[in-house]
T-cell receptor, first 118, second 114 residues
Framework: AQKVTQAQTEISVVEKEDVTLDCVYE???????LFWYKQPPSGELVFLIR??????QNEISGRYSWNFQKSTSSFNFTITASQVVDSAVYFC???????????????FGTGTRLLVSP | DSGVTQTPKHLITATGQRVTLRCSPR?????VYWYQQSLDQGLQFLIQ???????AKGNILERFSAQQFPDLHSELNLSSLELGDSALYFC?????????????FGPGTRLLVL
C-alpha cells in the first residue's frame, strides 16, 4: 500500500535560516507522482510542485528547491533564507493509480509545521 | 486563488443534523475530489467524480454522499452528523482523473458539529 511519511512534526527556525522538510514514500508502482502542498494559517491548500517518478532532476523555484531520490524513496523540500511568510504546514503527497482505471487519489503525509520567527 | 470555490466557508450545526457542502471546480476541470482533514485522521480522500460519474471511493462513511451535476459543480452531503465529523472539508479539481493530474484545492469548508 502507498504511504507517505513526514517524520518532522514541527520545525522552528529563525528568519534567513535554510530549512529542509523531509518526505519518504512507499509505493509498488513504477509510475507515480509526488507533490508538495502548503497550508498557511488561513487554511487553504496551495499546490507547490509536482514531480513524476521518471524525472529525478532537482528543481529550484526561487527560494524553494526539491530533491527527489528514487534510491531512498525521498522527495525533500528545502527553503533557502526562510521568511516569516513561509510559516505554514507543508504536506507531501503521493499519487498513483492502478493501470487503466483512471482512478487517482492523493495520499498525504501527516504534514510538517514550519514556524519561522523574526 | 486556485479557482476552486467552496461554500459555505464555515458551518456550525448540531449532532443528528444534515448539511450540504458545495464545490465549483476550476473552469475546464471535469474531475472533482473531496477530502476530509481532521486532527486525528489527517487529510483523507473521500470520493472522486469525473464528468458527473462517481469514479472512486475512499474512506467515506455511509452517512456521507456526493454527486456531481451537469454543470460540473459538486455537493457533499453529510447526514446524521456526529461530533467526530467536525473537520475541514476540501474539494479539489483537475482537468482529468489521471495519476499525472495536479489537484487544485478550494479554500475548504470548516464544519463544527456541536
Amino acid at each position: 500500500a502507498q504511504k507517505v511519511t513526514q517524520a518532522q512534526t514541527e520545525i522552528s527556525v529563525v528568519e534567513k535560516e535554510d530549512v529542509t522538510l523531509d518526505c519518504v514514500y512507499e509505493t509498488r508502482d513504477t509510475t507515480y507522482y509526488l507533490f508538495w502542498y502548503k497550508q498557511p494559517p488561513s487554511g487553504e491548500l496551495v499546490f507547490l510542485i509536482r514531480r513524476n517518478s521518471f524525472d529525478e532532476q532537482n528543481e529550484i523555484s526561487g527560494r524553494y528547491s526539491w530533491n527527489f531520490q528514487k534510491s531512498t524513496s525521498s522527495f525533500n523540500f528545502t527553503i533557502t533564507a526562510s521568511q516569516v511568510v513561509d510559516s505554514a504546514v507543508y504536506f507531501c503527497a503521493l499519487s498513483e493509480a492502478p493501470m487503466n482505471t483512471g482512478f487517482q487519489k492523493l495520499v498525504f503525509g501527516t504534514g510538517t509545521r514550519l514556524l519561522v520567527s523574526p | 486563488d486556485s479557482g476552486v470555490t467552496q461554500t459555505p466557508k464555515h458551518l456550525i450545526t448540531a449532532t443528528g443534523q444534515r448539511v450540504t457542502l458545495r464545490c465549483s471546480p476550476r473552469s475546464g476541470d471535469l474531475s472533482v475530489y473531496w477530502y476530509q482533514q481532521s486532527l486525528d485522521q489527517g487529510l483523507q480522500f473521500l470520493i472522486q467524480y469525473y464528468n458527473g460519474e462517481e469514479r472512486a471511493k475512499g474512506n467515506i462513511l455511509e452517512r456521507f454522499s456526493a454527486q456531481q451535476f451537469p454543470d460540473l459543480h459538486s455537493e457533499l452531503n453529510l447526514s446524521s452528523l456526529e461530533l467526530g465529523d467536525s473537520a475541514l472539508y476540501f474539494c479539489a479539481s483537475s482537468p482529468r482523473p489521471g495519476v499525472a493530474e495536479t489537484q487544485y484545492f478550494g479554500p475548504g469548508t470548516r464544519l463544527l458539529v456541536l
